[in-house]
């Protein structure tokens, strides 16, 4: 792969990592319909549950490809790094 598809991509994975991340857990916030089944309830858990763990492989992904294409495409790695690390260094701080 070259290293200028690869920071392609790995930007694209930022952005589509943290859609997913996004996705997932406002998936899981409000309580169930009382007329929900605990079986629907446990299958749309977990759906949200593995939306959250495939945007973390998306942004880890992100990460690996900006490492890899750093010597030829620094910027767009530094952007990709940027947008997997900022978001996170901001959830932590703001939840600390």
């Known amino acids: 792969m070259k290293a ?4 392609n991509l790995a930007l694209v994975l930022v952005v589509l990592g943290w859609a997913l991340q996004v996705f997932g857990v406002l998936g899981q ?13 446990a299958a749309h858990e977990a759906l949200m549950w593995d939306l959250v763990i495939l945007g973390v492989a998306c942004l880890l992904a992100a990460l690996w490809l900006s490492g890899y294409c750093f010597s030829a495409a620094r910027t767009r790695a530094l952007f990709a790094l940027a947008g997997v690390l900022g978001p996170a260094a901001a959830i932590l701080v703001w939840t600390w």
């Open 29 to 41: 916030l409000g309580d169930p319909s009382p007329t929900t089944s605990v079986k629907e309830h």
């Open 4 to 7: 200028s598809h690869a920071a």
